[in-house]
């Protein structure tokens, strides 16, 4: 437990750089209709939120390194 | 043709028109040198590139196209939106390390990266050439956006001067002046055109998603009115994994290929620093969601039912589906608004035309003119070789739009996309990787080139996807990804072995 914490931290930090693809490349898994939000179906509406959350995941590696 | 919408748009034309060329006096530089006319001297800040590259990246072609393909197919032309998701987690990670190496070597292309890291003449060629030929049919289809609007604008295509009747005169006018401001202005034009395009684009697209469906009664009523095959992809079977296999490929292929356009490495390797290059990857997908938004206006163009309408029928008969969004705004919008939007469309073309000319220009004179033709060119001589480059490659884009059937474009673009992948083992791993080969890597793009071709031609080139079968499963797959897995097999592998034979004759003598 004597590893320094500031080398871990960028390492996970670009770890997450790997979710958006976990996220959109598994299709099936958003390819339908319920749960559908204000009319809108899973499948639109679940991808359009993915490109705020996609930019999310690059604020702890962009902060991170930039010391 | 309504007076008020030609003249709004005019109006904006003509002022982005003067931007274009004032813009070469602004941040001055010595337009004489090669980095300044066709990087603009990397002086833009995070802001400047946020611009430049929104205008850059998505282009009039993708806002006109992708709701197209929304309204004719359905589900499947939602694929820009994982793709423009995936594009940024890859510029984060790529594109800060290919910026400092650029930046402090001096290098302008893709290619001059690959002609440092490599020491191969023969390899930065391949990859300049791949660049170029990839842009040039993108190029011209930035003209096919434009020529909708017009047309929809209800301009007559021909005009008669001085008693000739001249075809396609409007298109040719818009030309004639991108071609002249961008000759003059080089990168600074359409950066700050870009600034007035997006502010255009962001008001239309922010009007659009609330007026018209608060036209047409909300959004559950636009999507109960997409027939219910088209509002999802076919799921798939246990033999065949189907469309969410081609799916989740051509977001990913799109999003690696995107990156290694020259106008794309050009818009980021103006910035002013790492630090706007890496703001930019998280600020960017503000434009994702517009084009997200965008993509939707396709289903709305269905829910208004302006297929059936008589006053769009000469529309759609002679551009097709393409001609889905702006008959949705005429149908919806008054008139003034109407000329904001198509203004927003047709400088939304100017943009993108401008910087790969631009791109082309610099690729062609550092890694074909001073590389082949003459190694001792000065400065000057190499910003003028690019300058006129930038001319032809245009004037090549038009000539193309207006003799050429737009299906052709289409092709060679679709085409465009499955060749500039094959360049990404020698632009982004040669970063990361200290074993690749150079001669493994060049093996390695022919066959990529090769096998991507056949596979979009086994369709004759209708469709980028081509179902590979791996033991008795059919997977359909965007062919520019399948035959970078065979590129990336090949380059590596045979780096492998030519490295080792490499070391041994080294250690020999």
Redesign the interface.
Known sequence: MNEPAPKRGPRLS?LL??L??A??????FY???EP?F????F??WY??L???L??L???P??LGD?R | MNPVAVTIFVALFAFVTLLGFGAARWRRGDLTHLHEWGLGGRRFGTLVTWFLLGGDLYTAYTFVAVPALMFGAG?VG?FA??Y???V??IL??VFPKLWAVAHEKGYVTAADVVRGRFDSRMLALAVAVTGIVATMPYIALQLVGMEVVIAGLGIPMTMTVGGVAVPDAPLLIAFVVLAAYTYNSGLRAPAMIAVVKDALLYVTVLVAVIVIPAELG???????SVDAKS???T??TPGNLGA??A??TL??GSALALLLYPHSVTGLLSASSV?AV??N???L?AY??AL?LIA?LGFMAVAAGVKALPEFASGFKQFGNTFAVPALFLHAFPAWFVGIAFAAIAIGALVPAAIMSIACANLFTRNIYKEFIAPNASHKAESQVAKIVSLVVKLGALFFIIELPTQYAIQLQLLGGIWIIQTLPAVFLGLYLKRLDPTALLIGWACGIGAGTWMAAQSAFKTSTYALHVFGLTVPCYAALSSLVLNLAVALALSLVLGSKRQATHSAG
């Open positions: 670009w750089l790997l958006p693809f996220a959109m490349l598994f299709v099936p390819n339908r209709v559908a204000l009319g809108i179906p499948f639109y991808q359009l993915w490109i705020p996609g930019a995941v690059l604020l590696a962009y930039r | 589900a939602f939106v994982p423009t998701v995936l940024y987690p984060f990670a909300g959004y559950a009523k636009i999507f109960a509002l999802l992809l799921p798939s969410p296999s799916y989740a977001a990913l630090k890496k703001r990857a998280v600020i997908p994702s969601f997200g939707l």
